[in-house]
């Protein structure tokens, strides 16, 4: 039990007093060449802190929405794969029934030329 006097609420209250005291003593009883780089550098580090952390955070948004898209998109992925499978299946007969058909003329042709060429 803490007491009537030391609960949260009088620990709310308090804090801004407190830190314009702390911040008081600090600059009354630390150069300002020292404290003055120290704060700047303090600050830098959370900064930097802040800026790694949203990188984090934003890169693991990313990755979760690229895995959801990719989850989402797969009955439509496997579809058109197959269709395109399909089209090159397709694709290939005609053309091997083409390649076929020129062959076959090419023979009819060597035939014709030789028949003729007997008869004459």
């Known amino acids: ?51 790694i952390l949203a990188r984090r955070a934003e890169k693991a948004q990313n990755e979760i929405d690229e895995s959801l898209v990719k989850d989402l998109t797969a009955d439509e992925d496997r579809a058109k794969a197959k269709a395109e499978a399909k089209a090159t299946k397709k694709q290939n007969k005609a053309q091997e029934q083409l390649r076929q058909r020129l062959a076959a003329e090419k023979k009819a042709g060597v035939r014709g030329a030789g028949a003729e060429g007997t008869g004459e």
């Not at 801004?16 to 303090?42: E, H, M, N, R």
């Open 1 to 51: 039990m803490g007491g009537i006097f030391f609960n949260q609420e009088n620990l709310i209250l308090s804090l801004p007093l407190i830190s314009v005291c702390t911040i008081y003593a600090f600059f009354k009883y630390v150069p300002l060449q020292f404290g003055v780089p120290a704060v700047i550098g303090v600050g830098f580090f959370f900064q930097l802190r802040a800026r």
